[in-house]
């Protein structure tokens, strides 16, 4: 029998009242996750049979977010469950699916008007791969859909020609896709790409190859594609290969044009740096982005000079720059990185994922400690490479700074502003929540009030200067 897990609103394990005949589902369900034998070491999950676990279903909240995971089995029951669920609920991940009966209940799923918004199918390592008839039963729901909003699919097509044509009718026919995520073994990458960005009105498209093998995409394509005028892209993520260059740069070789006309609507941009070759070109597109993920796959590549076009200078809007899998050899540019930031008036989140830098942590907190201070638009900071213990006792205090409305004092001396502003400025900063070691951007989480950063404030007021960091 299946185990089953009840998640709240505050992501908090939750349990049906159980009379010993009704099973009851308590009020501040958000989440209803099955799980197979393999889970029962949990100890938030209860293990039901699969009437029960119906009588539950039947009892949520309208539209809720279900998880079946790693039920593989073949039964008239687990159909059963999965007919049922498709009605209950908004939100469905699916993994474990075994059987062409399990998968062509989706098409029914989704044809329905009022179906599934947001569909996750998991055929990662340990389940077989989805077959060519599966692929066309699931992608004939998707194409029908008028309520699905997002599409998501994580694993290995056992016929990745025909699957891919499958998808790819699947994309052109569906006119309710937003959100398109596939992490899939295929031989056309490109041709999703393609097709989402020239027939679609998608928002979000991550593509990717689950077996990570490498695909290729060129970049003036990609870059014509993208500067559409009706393109409504907002974020774009292109895993396993960064765009390969074109016959010749965007910024010269009878490719002028290119390089004038930009995207102003993709907002986030993920991309995986396997040669760096063209990395300035790719960012050159975006006339927009506020976020930026970069992730190296190469030890070959060396300096970050093409990012500093986007943290550096007038008219800037990125707010949040990830670096990941730095190499050694790109200690010293992140030090640069470091010796710059007292010039980034825009960025306020950094995070950098390097364990193989050859500095010790106290070389990297001398020149954080100089710099940092210099930098008012920072808030949410992190590094490998230094302690949470060294964070918080020399970090800290400059990020919760600006976060508390040091910005506010950049238009000019804090003599100057506005004796009625400042009454606003401290009340905010005793209220807000600040950011922790490793933190995400908008997504504060301590919530004890800070009141040194009030204390620091006013010091400036009255005498416009912050502490050292001695």
Same mark, same amino acid.
């Given at each position: 029998?299946?185990?089953?897990?009840?998640?709240?609103?505050?992501?908090?394990?939750?349990?049906?009242?159980?009379?010993?005949?009704?099973?009851?589902?308590?009020?501040?369900?958000?989440?209803?996750?099955?799980?197979?034998?393999?889970?029962?070491?949990?100890?938030?999950?209860?293990?039901?049979?699969?009437?029960?676990?119906?009588?539950?279903?039947?009892?949520?909240?309208?539209?809720?977010?279900?998880?079946?995971?790693?039920?593989?089995?073949?039964?008239?029951?687990?159909?059963?469950?999965?007919?049922?669920?498709?009605?209950?609920?908004?939100?469905?991940?699916? !993994?474990?699916? *075994?059987? $062409? &009966?399990?998968?062509?209940?989706?098409?029914? =799923?989704?044809?329905?008007?009022?179906? +599934?918004? /947001?569909?996750?199918?998991?055929?990662?390592?340990?389940?077989?791969?989805?077959?060519?008839?599966?692929?066309?039963?699931?992608?004939?729901?998707?194409?029908?859909?008028?309520?699905?909003?997002?599409?998501?699919?994580?694993?290995?097509?056992?016929?990745?020609?025909?699957?891919?044509?499958?998808?790819?009718?699947?994309?052109?026919?569906?006119? !309710?896709?937003? *959100?398109? $995520? &596939?992490?899939?073994?295929?031989?056309?990458? =490109?041709?999703?790409?393609?097709?989402? +960005?020239? /027939?679609?009105?998608?928002?979000?498209?991550?593509?990717?190859?689950?077996?990570?093998?490498?695909?290729?995409?060129?970049?003036?394509?990609?870059?014509?594609?993208?500067?559409?005028?009706?393109?409504?892209?907002?974020?774009?993520?292109?895993?396993?290969?960064?765009?390969?260059?074109?016959?010749?740069?965007?910024?010269?070789?009878?490719?002028?044009?290119?390089?004038?006309?930009?995207?102003?609507?993709?907002?986030?941009?993920?991309?995986?740096?396997?040669?760096?070759?063209?990395?300035?070109?790719?960012?050159?597109?975006?006339?927009?982005?506020?976020?930026?993920?970069?992730?190296?796959?190469?030890?070959?590549?060396?300096?970050?000079?093409?990012?500093?076009?986007?943290?550096?200078?007038?008219?800037?809007?990125?707010?949040?720059?990830?670096?990941?899998?730095?190499?050694?050899?790109?200690?010293?540019?992140?030090?640069?990185?470091?010796?710059?930031?007292?010039?980034?008036?825009?960025?306020?989140?950094?995070?950098?994922?390097?364990?193989?830098?050859?500095?010790?942590?106290?070389?990297?907190?001398?020149?954080?400690?100089?710099?940092?201070?210099?930098?008012?638009?920072?808030?949410?900071?992190?590094?490998?490479?230094?302690?949470?213990?060294?964070?918080?006792?020399?970090?800290?205090?400059?990020?919760?700074?600006?976060?508390?409305?040091?910005?506010?004092?950049?238009?000019?001396?804090?003599?100057?502003?506005?004796?009625?502003?400042?009454?606003?400025?401290?009340?905010?900063?005793?209220?807000?929540?600040?950011?922790?070691?490793?933190?995400?951007?908008?997504?504060?989480?301590?919530?004890?009030?800070?009141?040194?950063?009030?204390?620091?404030?006013?010091?400036?007021?009255?005498?416009?200067?912050?502490?050292?960091?001695?």
């Amino acid at each position: 029998m299946p185990f089953v897990k009840l998640i709240d609103d505050a992501d908090n394990a939750i349990f049906a009242d159980d009379d010993g005949s009704n099973h009851r589902l308590p009020v501040g369900v958000s989440l209803i996750e099955i799980r197979n034998e393999d889970h029962n070491s949990d100890p938030n999950c209860r293990r039901y049979d699969y009437e029960t676990i119906l009588e539950l279903i039947e009892q949520s909240p309208n539209k809720s977010e279900i998880c079946v995971n790693g039920i593989g089995e073949w039964s008239p029951e687990y159909l059963a469950l999965l007919a049922q669920i498709m009605k209950h609920c908004d939100k469905l991940y699916v !993994s474990g699916l *075994s059987g $062409d &009966l399990a998968y062509g209940c989706f098409a029914g =799923a989704l044809i329905h008007h009022d179906g +599934l918004r /947001e569909l996750t199918i998991d055929f990662c390592a340990g389940t077989p791969p989805m077959s060519s008839n599966q692929a066309k039963l699931v992608f004939a729901g998707v194409a029908s859909s008028s309520s699905l909003e997002k599409l998501e699919l994580l694993g290995r097509f056992a016929d990745n020609e025909a699957a891919s044509r499958s998808l790819i009718e699947a994309i052109q026919k569906n006119s !309710s896709l937003k *959100s398109l $995520d &596939l992490f899939v073994t295929s031989n056309n990458h =490109a041709g999703f790409v393609k097709t989402a +960005l020239l /027939e679609t009105r998608i928002q979000h498209l991550r593509v990717g190859d689950f077996a990570e093998m490498p695909w290729e995409i060129p970049l003036d394509e990609l870059a014509e594609l993208l500067c559409r005028e009706d393109c409504v892209l907002e974020s774009l993520s292109l895993g396993g290969q960064e765009p390969i260059p074109p016959s010749g740069s965007l910024h010269g070789n009878g490719n002028e044009q290119l390089a004038i006309k930009q995207n102003t609507s993709v907002t986030s941009l993920t991309l995986d740096c396997t040669t760096g070759a063209r990395l300035g070109d790719t960012l050159g597109v975006f006339k927009s982005l506020v976020k930026l993920d970069l992730w190296y796959k190469t030890t070959s590549i060396s300096g970050l000079d093409p990012l500093y076009p986007l943290l550096i200078g007038d008219n800037l809007t990125l707010e949040s720059l990830i670096l990941g899998g730095l190499s050694p050899a790109m200690a010293e540019h992140v030090a640069i990185l470091f010796c710059k930031l007292p010039l980034m008036t825009c960025l306020r989140e950094l995070d950098i994922y390097s364990t193989s830098f050859r500095f010790e942590s106290s070389w990297w907190m001398t020149i954080l400690g100089l710099t940092l201070w210099q930098n008012k638009s920072l808030e949410c900071f992190y590094f490998e490479n230094i302690k949470e213990l060294e964070f918080d006792s020399r970090l800290r205090v400059p990020l919760s700074l600006n976060r508390g409305g040091r910005r506010a004092m950049e238009v000019g001396s804090p003599k100057e502003l506005p004796e009625n502003l400042w009454p606003l400025i401290l009340e905010r900063a005793s209220q807000i929540h600040y950011y922790d070691f490793g933190g995400t951007l908008g997504e504060p989480k301590l919530e004890s009030t800070r009141v040194d950063v009030v204390y620091w404030l006013l010091k400036e007021k009255v005498l416009g200067r912050y502490p050292s960091m001695s």
